[in-house]
C-alpha cells in the first residue's frame, strides 16, 4: 500500500523567513496531495492541495510543488508569521479509494 | 471549504461503556467518509471507510465489533465504541467527501476520548 514519509519532524524559523517542508510517497498511482494544518485539539483544515496533472500551485504565502518523477511534494510558506505555527501533515491518495494516506507531521514554530 | 461537524468535542466514559460519535456534513452531501485516530503528538491513522448505505471497510487491525460505524444518510455517520478500555482513549477524528471526482476531504473538529 501507499507509504508517505515526511520531514522535518520539527521547523523552527524566524518570522519572515520561509519554511519548507518535504514528502514522498511510494505509489505511482496516487494522484492527489492535500496539505493540513493542524492546531492544538482541533481537527485538521485543508490549507491547499495539488493534482498530479499540476506541477505548482500557489495561493498567496503557501505554494505546493510536485515531481511525479521523483515522487515527492513539498510544501513553501512565504514571510511566515507567528500564527502559522501548527502541525502540519502530507497526504497521498488515487482516486480508486479516495483514502488519505498521511504523512507523520511537521511541527512548524515561528519565532517572533 | 465545506462545514464537518463533529459531535462530542470531549468525552469521559467508564470502563465497559460504549460511547457514540457523531459525524455530519453541514453543507453538503458526503458520499464517503472517514474515521480517523490519532494518538497525541502522532499522525492520523486511518480505521476504516463508510459509503452512505453500505457497510465500512476497515483497515487492517481494526476491530469491526468494537469500533461500529453507521452511515445511514448522505450527511450523518457514526463511531460507537463498544465496550471502552482506558487503551481506546485517544482522539478521534472523521472527514467527509462530497459527491464528484474532486477528493477534497474535509475534517470535523474531532473528540478526545478518555475512558476511565
Known amino acids: 500500500g501507499e507509504n508517505v514519509e515526511q520531514h522535518p519532524s520539527t521547523l523552527s524559523v524566524q518570522e519572515g523567513d520561509s519554511a519548507v517542508i518535504k514528502c514522498t510517497y511510494s505509489d505511482s498511482a496516487s494522484n492527489y496531495f492535500p496539505w493540513y494544518k493542524q492546531e492544538l485539539g482541533k481537527g485538521p483544515q485543508l490549507i491547499i492541495d495539488?493534482?498530479?496533472?499540476?506541477g505548482e500551485k500557489k495561493d498567496q504565502r503557501i505554494a505546493v510543488t510536485l515531481n511525479k518523477t521523483a515522487k515527492h511534494f513539498s510544501l513553501h510558506i512565504t514571510e511566515t508569521q507567528p500564527e502559522d505555527s501548527a502541525v502540519y501533515f502530507c497526504a497521498a491518495s488515487m482516486d480508486s479509494s479516495y483514502k488519505l494516506i498521511f504523512g507523520s507531521g511537521t511541527r512548524l514554530l515561528v519565532r517572533p | 471549504g465545506a462545514v464537518v461537524s463533529q459531535h462530542p468535542s470531549r468525552v469521559i466514559c467508564k470502563s465497559g461503556t460504549s460511547v457514540k460519535i457523531e459525524c455530519r456534513s453541514l453543507?453538503?452531501?458526503?458520499?464517503?467518509m472517514f474515521w480517523y485516530r490519532q494518538f497525541p503528538k502522532q499522525s492520523l491513522m486511518l480505521m476504516a471507510t463508510?459509503?452512505?448505505?453500505?457497510?465500512?471497510?476497515?483497515e487492517q487491525g481494526v476491530e469491526k465489533d468494537k469500533f461500529l460505524i453507521n452511515h445511514a444518510s448522505l450527511t450523518l455517520s457514526t463511531l460507537t465504541v463498544t465496550s471502552a478500555h482506558p487503551e481506546d482513549s485517544s482522539f478521534y477524528i472523521c472527514?467527509?467527501?462530497?459527491?464528484?471526482?474532486?477528493?477534497?476531504?474535509?475534517f470535523g473538529q474531532g473528540t478526545r476520548l478518555t475512558v476511565v
Open positions: 463508510s459509503n452512505e448505505g453500505s457497510k465500512a471497510t476497515y
Open positions: 453543507d453538503f452531501q458526503a458520499t464517503t
Open positions: 495539488i493534482r498530479s496533472n499540476v
Open positions: 472527514s467527509a467527501r462530497g459527491q464528484g471526482a474532486y477528493p477534497v476531504a474535509f
